[in-house]
């Protein structure tokens, strides 16, 4: 059997790391995507390839901006050129703005925009242009980075917020338009310990936030990188009969009034 393939976008950090080196490590070939660093792209592609050594999974690291749809088009061309195939493209490349949610003077259009651009855009522009690759050993499989906030409307900004219930929207169409090829979900996770959050809040807030959310989860926990990349496992590989659904990593924070 040909070994399978994952793009995994923005995989240099955080969720998308944990996810690249669990379907390396599973012996997948996978595509570690970043916009602006190449450094940790570069480290987590050496992660990868040591991970995936044993069963001679390989790894290959595109830069590209998923905001783009020729920087989109230019890593499909690599993926085919390269491997030919593309079984699980893993959405997960995100952008935000952090703004309280009651400061509205705090956004403006193209903030909107912008956020929109990576988010929603850049999703769909990644599955445009796998789509041929992602049919080509079907099934395929789609997995959206969403949010709880897509669901809360909370978060750290309403830009954000409702780009992320786009995205849940863009899922739903998508698996309507691509079955039975491609099957498309979404992960809609709670507060993650990535840098995303701890470089946006700062360390005080930051600090503040997990104390907060451990208190109101159900769980009592806020999550790690590696329990969402499971759930892309699950997604992109095992729930063979689920497409067009949102599945919550959240450690039960939104069973709790908010
Ligand atoms: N952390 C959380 O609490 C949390 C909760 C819910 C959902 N999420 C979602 O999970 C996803 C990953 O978040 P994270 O916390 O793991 O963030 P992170 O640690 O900050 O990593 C973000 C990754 O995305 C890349 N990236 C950013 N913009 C990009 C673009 N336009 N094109 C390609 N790559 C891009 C970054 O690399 P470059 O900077 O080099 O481009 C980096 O590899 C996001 O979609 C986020 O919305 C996170």
Same mark, same amino acid.
């Given at each position: 059997m040909e070994r399978k393939v994952c793009v995994v976008t923005g995989?240099?950090? @955080?969720i998308g790391a944990a996810t690249a080196r669990l379907y390396a490590e599973r012996g997948w070939n996978v595509v570690i995507n970043y916009s602006r660093e190449a450094a940790p792209a570069e480290a987590v592609a050496a992660e990868c390839r040591a991970l995936g050594q044993s069963v001679g999974a390989e790894v290959m690291v595109c830069q590209a901006n998923v905001a783009e749809d020729a920087d989109c088009r230019a890593l499909a061309a690599a993926v085919e050129a390269r491997w030919g195939r593309c079984d699980v493209l893993v959405n997960n490349a995100g952008t935000t703005k952090f703004v @309280?949610?009651?400061?509205?003077?705090?956004?403006?259009a193209e903030d909107f925009a912008r956020i929109y651009a990576v988010n929603v855009i850049g999703a769909f522009q990644m599955v445009r242009a796998l789509e041929p690759l992602l049919k080509r050993h079907p099934p395929g499989a789609v997995v959206n980075m969403s949010s709880i906030a897509s669901v809360t409307g909370m978060g750290s900004s309403v830009a954000y917020a409702a780009s992320k219930g786009a995205l849940n929207t863009l899922t739903l169409s998508l698996a309507r338009a691509l079955g039975p090829a491609i099957r498309v979900n979404a992960i809609a996770p709670g507060l993650v310990e990535t840098p995303w959050l701890q470089n946006g809040m700062g360390a005080e807030r930051y600090a503040a936030s997990v104390q907060g959310y451990k208190a109101r989860a159900a769980l009592a926990e806020i999550i790690q990188p590696e329990d969402v990349a499971r759930a892309a496992w699950y997604l992109g590989v095992d729930a063979v009969k689920t497409t067009g659904e949102w599945l919550a990593v959240d450690a039960g924070a939104k069973l709790m009034p908010m």
């Open positions: 995989s240099s950090s @955080g @309280g949610a009651r400061n509205l003077d705090g956004l403006d």
